[in-house]
């Protein structure tokens, strides 16, 4: 006999449940604390750090300590490319101390020359303009007070070759925020701690002397999620609400990340940043104790702080179905690996003898190697032709030894390739030796010899790996789900990609605890993509909203456990009244924005009202952190989600769509004779820059700053130059990027090779669109040397100058081979070694605005062979410019000069303007006087001081 109870039954049951289930939290704030000390206890945990590997340990045996209560432990690795210090020196007199380079401007690493940098320690103060002695910082090192904000460029605008920053107890986000830079500038920065040394130069009314030597790489290490899985006990019953379809109950997901790269990433204790997953440590500590009604999965994630990889990852395996990963593992990773296979056995069988190849049976492994040839054919051939336009008087007996060198290395290699080609069997006649070693190259490119490096084989290995790793983690979790809701229809472990409605995750709650603001809320919307969820958490909404309206009419369901958290807890920012921005009021990324991307309901607890001025700084200390508030409010999140995880109406609608999209490219170089660039480079970086536009050299997107969260993402290609981005979310309008590849030169990160915007034509783009399908993209490259020019910006209007164009000097046209990327107010640009250029930058349709042609000051120096006005600048001139206004303003007169002398030859002339022209020549000679004697404009307060009187209201 089944007994039915009323319907008024169930209300009451349900409500006595809500009420009375709180009683059992039990957040220990005791050990809270020695998780805050535990994780806190280093001195950085950016990601491959050893304070990195600390953190997670630390985490994982919390995990494993609670698998008595059920507590389940997974834990995924993958790859992921972090810049790694390996020396960070600055030598003053017998006294040597660290310097912390501060994160990388897009792939250029703050490093310097293997030899370093030599020069005087040039005090600049707070970097206002009379503290600042700008005739001395000409290839000497500025040190800067933090608060001295962006006057770093300033220092480098006056010819500075490093900047040190300065430390203090009060640094915060606002002033070292302009270091974060989104294309790779090369203005070595670096950071040193408010100790004996930072009061030294201080006080020193000398400058001193000093060798910066620093130096680092991106480097490929393994990051980690940890995912702790609590099972429900005495499950509640499957429901049918909002098309649920009595399906097993999706998992309520916390999110933390333990990782942290503040803008010194080497320096960052991120104590503030600790907050979370220590308050998650609590909350899973409490939840194993009291198990819930429905699963609960907390997610440690090991990668957030660059441009939220850890999430991305958790989203990759448990918001993606196995198919999808299953299809390209089929189609690319399969076959990739059979034929790699293949070709090894094939060049094992020839027993290091190349004579053996049959031209039939051996053609793919022929056609590789001919590939390795023709590149370096190519290489050498654009190595031969620079040395070829050289002026006659720049070659020396050494380049004309070099020249012939390559013109017979040309001959011999094209030989070796036809005989490759055609008549293997000949190769030992005269190239035996040579033809074995690019056999043995390309054994080590296939993965052959792993002792030497990672090849192809070990690559898609890796691959299949990850791929597979995926495919488990989404098949264990919904297992668990299925076993956790006996009765309930099973959610798929393999569902129909098309489809969302068996997604595994039913919410997705991030933790972003602070101790400076009142109160801590849900948050749908964060910086980092300024897109809201709000549609996707309606139904969560409604549901506090309603606990809210209860406790408000002192209803007895909620008043016992609301009470508690009534003073920390707000839910005003759902009300919608207030722009989201008012609440944040910083620039707060948030992790559970990728939830929209993977259409899973997600928002953050946060701290409302708090700018968080600490974060990404390195006075983020433990000791500055005031653990009872943040303890408060993390007690408070665990009563909230005890409560409604507890309350099968605590649930959102079965389906979101899927937002996301992912892209694949290779690095190759063109060759002679050959239309299509198609041949493979190994050795790059890749990346992506937003842009506001698909042109040539495009607008750098202002993006706002995110606190916690580097938006740089690189990664490294595999030995045939291809590269992987997945996963990019299409928010907001954060959809059109340009891609880049660079190679760095090791140890100093200088850039030696890099994408070449010269080749843009046809199919062969560098920008990708996230809304559109994205054919495979071509990055052809070209060695190069880099530069950087600081202070684009035209004084009149005070205009920031965002266009430029590059003109070749010995062609009077642009540049067949250059890179060149423009943000606040500075410029990344690339050349071909040796060569000269014109840049005239502009702004809009304006016209020119900054010039530099290098022009001659008198008719006999003008150079042969030259089409336009002036001699060009070489790369090391631009490094080298000192201050732009003065340079182009010299430019500008020399180039009238010039044209007032043609028309004068003309019988055109006028006396205004020649006098106008010789009044600006006064006040250039005056500027350049001025400089030399750093006399810099005064304030009227320090112009009273200098005449011996008081100012007005002094």
């Known amino acids: ?90 030598i003053v007199g017998e006294q040597t101390v660290s310097v912390y380079p501060f994160f990388p401007s897009s792939v250029r690493l703050n490093t310097t020359p293997e030899t370093g940098i030599s020069g005087q320690l040039i005090y600049c103060g707070n970097g206002k303009y009379p503290q600042i002695p700008s005739s001395k910082l000409q290839g000497n090192i500025a040190v800067l007070e933090a608060s001295s904000e962006d006057a770093w460029k300033t220092a480098h605008y006056f010819g500075a070759k490093a900047v040190l920053i300065l430390g203090g107890p009060e640094v915060t986000n606002q002033n070292l925020r302009s270091h974060e830079m989104l294309i790779p500038i090369n203005v070595p920065r670096f950071y040193l701690p408010d100790e004996a040394l930072a009061r030294r130069i201080r006080e020193s009314t000398e400058p001193l002397e000093a060798r910066l030597i620093v130096q680092s790489d991106w480097v490929r290490v393994r990051a980690s999620n940890l995912y702790a899985y609590v099972p429900a006990r005495d499950p509640l019953p499957p429901t049918s609400d909002r098309g649920n379809a009595n399906k097993a109950w999706a998992a309520l997901t916390i999110v933390s990340s333990y990782d942290a790269s503040g803008l010194v990433p080497d320096y960052s204790p991120a104590a503030g940043q600790a907050v979370q997953p220590a308050a998650a440590l609590g909350m899973l500590r409490d939840f194993a104790q009291n198990p819930p009604r429905r699963p609960v999965l907390f997610v440690f994630t090991g990668g957030d702080s660059m441009n939220f990889q850890g999430t991305r990852q958790m989203l990759m395996a448990f918001g993606d179905p196995p198919a999808k990963w299953r299809e390209v593992l089929r189609r690319q990773v399969e076959p990739a690996l059979s034929t790699t296979r293949s070709m090894i056995e094939q060049a094992r069988a020839l027993d290091g003898d190349p004579t053996r190849l049959d031209v039939v049976k051996n053609r793919e492994l022929i056609d590789r190697i001919i590939k390795i040839i023709e590149t370096d054919i190519a290489l050498e051939q654009d190595e031969l032709f620079r040395l070829r336009v050289l002026p006659e008087d720049q070659i020396t007996p050494e380049t004309r030894s070099r020249m012939k060198q390559l013109e017979s290395r040309q001959l011999d290699l094209g030989r070796l390739k036809y005989l490759f080609g055609t008549k293997p069997t000949e190769l030992n006649e005269r190239f035996g030796e040579q033809a074995r070693a690019y056999l043995d190259r390309l054994l080590i490119r296939l993965g052959d010899r792993p002792e030497v490096g990672e090849g192809l084989l070990q690559q898609w290995q890796n691959r299949e790996q990850a791929l597979q790793t995926r495919i488990g983690l989404y098949e264990w979790l919904a297992g668990r789900i299925n076993s956790d809701t006996p009765g309930g229809v099973a959610r798929s472990s393999d569902p129909n990609p098309r489809y969302n409605n068996d997604r595994l995750i039913e919410l997705m709650v991030g933790l972003d605890i ?242 070449d915007l010269g080749k843009q034509a046809g199919d062969i783009k560098q920008t990708v669109n996230l809304d559109q399908d994205i054919v495979p993209v071509k ?49 990344f640009g690339t050349l071909e070694p040796g060569s000269r250029a014109y840049l005239l930058f502009r702004y809009g349709r304006i016209g020119n605005r900054i010039i530099l042609l290098n022009m001659p000051q008198t008719p006999d120096q003008q150079r042969k062979g030259l089409r336009g006005a002036g001699l060009g600048y070489t790369v090391e001139q631009l490094n080298n410019l000192g201050p732009l206004a003065m340079v182009t303003a010299r430019d500008f007169w020399f180039l009238n000069q010039s044209r007032i002398e043609e028309y004068r030859k003309a019988g055109v002339s006028s006396d205004l303007i020649d006098q106008m022209h010789q009044n600006a020549w006064k006040q250039l000679q005056q500027a350049q006087e001025s400089f030399r004697n750093n006399d810099t404009p005064l304030d009227d307060a320090q112009r009273h001081r200098r005449l011996g009187r008081r100012s007005p209201g002094l």
């Not at 985490?59 to 790859?79: D, F, N």
């Not at 190069?784 to 003109?807: A, C, K, N």
Request: glycine content about 6%; charged content about 25%; some cysteine.
């Open 779 to 827: 990055s052809v490259v070209f060695n190069s040397e880099e530069f950087t020019i600081s202070g684009l910006y035209d004084p009149r209007f005070l205009q920031s100058l965002g266009e430029v164009q590059l003109m070749d000097a010995r062609r009077n046209a642009e540049p067949q081979r250059f890179d060149a990327m423009l943000q606040s107010q500075m410029m």
């Open 1 to 90: 006999m089944i007994t039915r109870f009323p319907k008024f039954f169930w209300p009451i049951l349900i409500g006595w449940f809500i009420c009375s289930s709180p009683v059992r939290a039990d957040f220990d704030t005791v050990q809270f604390q020695s998780d805050l000390r535990a994780l806190t206890d280093v001195s950085s945990r950016a990601i491959g750090s050893p304070g990195y590997e600390k953190a997670r340990d630390y985490i994982r045996s919390q995990i494993q300590s609670l698998a008595g209560s059920g507590v389940e432990l997974k834990e995924h690795t993958y790859s992921m490319m972090v810049p790694r210090t390996w020396r960070n020196q600055l």
């Open 514 to 755: 602070s101790d400076l603001g009142q109160r801590i809320g849900p948050m749908y919307w964060g910086r980092w993509s300024w897109s809201s969820s709000i549609t996707l958490i309606q139904e969560h909404r409604e549901w506090f909203d309603r606990q809210s309206r209860l406790f408000a009419e002192k209803n007895p369901t909620v008043s016992g456990w609301y009470s508690q958290i009534a003073g920390v807890v707000d839910f005003e920012p759902l009300k919608l009244t207030r722009t989201p921005i008012s609440f944040l009021m910083s620039g707060l990324g948030l992790s559970t924005e990728m939830g929209l991307a993977w259409g899973v309901p997600a928002f953050s607890m946060t701290t409302l009202e708090d700018l968080r001025p600490r974060r990404d700084t390195p006075s983020d200390t433990l000791d500055r952190l005031n653990i009872d508030w943040v303890s408060k409010q993390a007690d408070a999140v665990n009563r909230l989600f005890q409560v409604a995880w507890a309350d099968p109406k605590f649930l959102g609608q079965p389906e979101y769509r899927r937002n996301t999209n992912q892209f694949e490219g290779q690095v190759v170089s063109t060759a002679s004779g050959k239309p299509i660039p198609d041949l493979p480079r190994e050795g790059f970086l890749a990346t992506y820059t937003y842009i506001a536009g698909p042109r040539k050299i495009p607008s750098v997107r202002w993006l706002p700053y995110t606190l916690g969260v580097r938006r740089t993402e690189v990664v490294d290609c595999d030995s045939e130059g291809r590269y992987f981005f997945e996963a990019l979310p299409r928010l907001s309008d954060l959809k059109q990027m340009i891609v880049k590849v660079y190679r760095l030169q090791p140890g100093s990160g200088k850039i030696i090779a890099c994408t």
